[in-house]
C-alpha cells in the first residue's frame, strides 16, 4: 500500500509541469489517481475480511479443541472408574477362592482322618448296620476273630435334645455314657491345625461317636 501511494505522489508531482501545458493529462492523472485509492480501499476491506474470516476460525478450533479435551476426559474417567470397579470385583473374587481353598484344605484334613479312622475300625472290630432315623443310629458292634470271648452287643447312640449323645444298649436297659462331642478334642496326624466353632464340631460328631463306642466297648 505504501508503494502504491508513493507510485501516485510520484506521478502526481512529475506531471505538475505538464499540466500547465496539457488540461488532458491533468485529467488523465485524476482518474488514474481515484482507480488506484479504490483499489487500495478494497484491497483493505478484502485484507481485513481475510483476517476476520481467520479469526473465527481460531475460534472455531478453539472451541473444537475444548470440546475433545473435555470428551477425552470424560472417556479417560470413565475407563478409570471401569478399571478400578474390576480391580475391586477381582478382589472380592480372590478373597473367595482363598476362603473356598482354605475349605478344601480343612475337608481334604477330616477326609484323611475320617479314612484313617475307618481303617483302623475295620482293623480291630466289625459292625453291622441295624436301623437309622434322624435322632438314632443301631448297630451291633461284632468282636474281632482274636477275641472269641466277647459277645456281639447291640447299642444305639441317641441324639438329645441338648446336642448331646446317649450310648445305650439297644433294650435301654443300660446306658454307657452321654457325651458333647463338641468336648473331645480332634488331632490330624498330617496338620496340627483345629478349625473353631460349630462347622468343626458337627465335622467331628460321627467320628467322635465311633471312638467312644468302640473305646466304651473295648472297656466293657
Same mark, same amino acid.
Given at each position: 500500500?505504501e508503494v502504491f501511494k508513493s507510485r501516485i505522489s510520484g506521478e502526481?508531482?512529475?506531471?505538475? !509541469? ?22 487500495? &480501499? ?17 475460534? $472455531?478450533?478453539? $472451541?473444537?479443541?475444548?470440546? =475433545?479435551s473435555f470428551q477425552m476426559e470424560d472417556f479417560i474417567q470413565a ?66 476273630? !482274636? ?17 448331646? &449323645? ?12 452321654? &457325651? ?35 473305646? =466304651?466297648?473295648?472297656?466293657?
Amino acid at each position: 500500500m505504501e508503494v502504491f501511494k508513493s507510485r501516485i505522489s510520484g506521478e502526481s508531482s512529475g506531471g505538475g !509541469a505538464d499540466d500547465q501545458h496539457s488540461p488532458g493529462s491533468h485529467g488523465r492523472a485524476s482518474g488514474a489517481r481515484g482507480t488506484l485509492e479504490t483499489l487500495l &480501499f478494497a484491497l483493505q476491506i478484502k485484507k481485513e475480511e481475510c483476517k476476520e474470516k481467520e479469526r473465527n476460525t481460531d475460534k $472455531r478450533n478453539q $472451541r473444537a479443541e475444548k470440546q =475433545i479435551s473435555f470428551q477425552m476426559e470424560d472417556f479417560i474417567q470413565a475407563a478409570q472408574n471401569s478399571i478400578s470397579a474390576c480391580d475391586v470385583q477381582f478382589s472380592k473374587l480372590k478373597d473367595e477362592v482363598e476362603k473356598q481353598q482354605a475349605r478344601i484344605s480343612d475337608w481334604t484334613i477330616l477326609r484323611d482322618g475320617l479314612q484313617t479312622l475307618v481303617s483302623v475300625t475295620h482293623r480291630n472290630m466289625a459292625y453291622r448296620l441295624l436301623s437309622v432315623s434322624s435322632s438314632e443310629l443301631c448297630l451291633e458292634l461284632l468282636p474281632c476273630a !482274636a477275641q472269641r470271648s466277647l459277645e456281639p452287643l447291640c447299642v444305639s447312640i441317641t441324639m438329645t435334645t441338648s446336642d448331646e &449323645f446317649r450310648l445305650q444298649d439297644n433294650g435301654g436297659n443300660r446306658v454307657y455314657a452321654v &457325651f458333647d462331642p463338641r468336648d473331645v478334642p480332634v488331632s490330624h496326624s498330617k496338620k496340627t491345625n483345629v478349625v473353631s466353632g460349630e462347622a468343626e464340631a458337627s465335622k467331628t460328631k460321627h467320628c467322635c461317636n465311633t471312638r467312644r463306642v468302640y473305646s =466304651i466297648w473295648r472297656v466293657q
